[in-house]
Antibody, heavy 117, light 115 residues
Framework: QVLLVQSGAEVKKPGASVKVSCKAS????????LHWVRQAPGQGLEWMGI????????SYAQKFQGRVTMTRDTSTTTVYMELSSLRSEDTAVYYC??????????WGQGTLVTVSS | QAVLTQPSSLSASPGASASLTCTLR?????????IYWYQQKPGSPPQYLLR?????????GSGVPSRFSGSKDASANAGILLISGLQSEDEADYYC?????????FGGGTKLTVL
């Protein structure tokens, strides 16, 4: 079965960076895109960007351009999302989600990132 | 104005039907979009329910009961998620989503209460 297992919760100080991982299994890793979506406490879903595990190409939401980097490691079927210059407003649960370029079906369990001094 | 607008809350009785709307911003034609629907329960990730563009272009998520269905109201420029035979387990947040301007765009979500 399709599984996306994310790394554990993180606590970071303002200005720091965080790197969240998402290990995929149960399907051909390079055949599907991976999206990153975040959800602030009590809020809705916000798309951050997408990575193509096949070729490594990426596309980021304009809001995060310059602050986010998405990468993949085909040898471990893992994708990564790194967000820099963290501020309190970045406190959220970060999800990876498998899909095609235009949608997502299976989601990881989420990773809580807390930004606090 | 947001790209996708959903009512913040909706209540319905067990066994009844609930119609959740997702209204597209003026100037964005609902007829040209696939609309995706997700269910999210507290403390859990979103779960894909279905997508709907037309009766000939629709998809049910894996394992999703047929009492969840999609449609559109062109006159209202809206996508609709219809849940029939409501059960207590359907109480959750529901999000619509489209691909627009090179990004996934989500509605603000509707909290469905079954009581």
């Amino acid at each position: 079965q399709v599984l996306l297992v994310q790394s554990g919760a993180e606590v970071k100080k303002p200005g720091a960076s965080v790197k969240v991982s998402c290990k995929a299994s149960g399907y051909t890793f390079t055949s599907y895109y991976l999206h990153w979506v975040r959800q602030a406490p009590g809020q809705g879903l916000e798309w951050m960007g997408i990575v193509n595990p096949g070729g490594g190409s990426t596309s980021y939401a304009q809001k995060f351009q310059g602050r986010v980097t998405m990468t993949r490691d085909t040898s471990t079927t893992t994708v990564y999302m790194e967000l820099s210059s963290l501020r309190s407003e970045d406190t959220a649960v970060y999800y990876c989600a498998r899909g095609d370029y235009y949608s997502a079906d299976y989601w990881g369990q989420g990773t809580l990132v807390t930004v606090s001094s | 104005q947001a790209v996708l607008t959903q009512p913040s809350s909706l209540s319905a009785s067990p066994g009844a039907s609930a119609s959740l709307t997702c209204t597209l911003r003026s100037g964005i034609n609902v007829g040209t979009y696939r609309i995706y629907w997700y269910q999210q329960k507290p403390g859990s990730p979103p779960q894909y329910l279905l997508r709907y563009k037309s009766d000939s272009d629709k998809q049910q998520g894996s394992g999703v009961p047929s009492r969840f269905s999609g449609s559109k109201d062109a006159s209202a420029n809206a996508g609709i998620l219809l849940i029939s035979g409501l059960q207590s387990e359907d109480e959750a947040d529901y999000y619509c989503m489209i691909w627009h301007s090179s990004a996934l765009v989500f509605g603000g979500g509707t909290k469905l209460t079954v009581l």
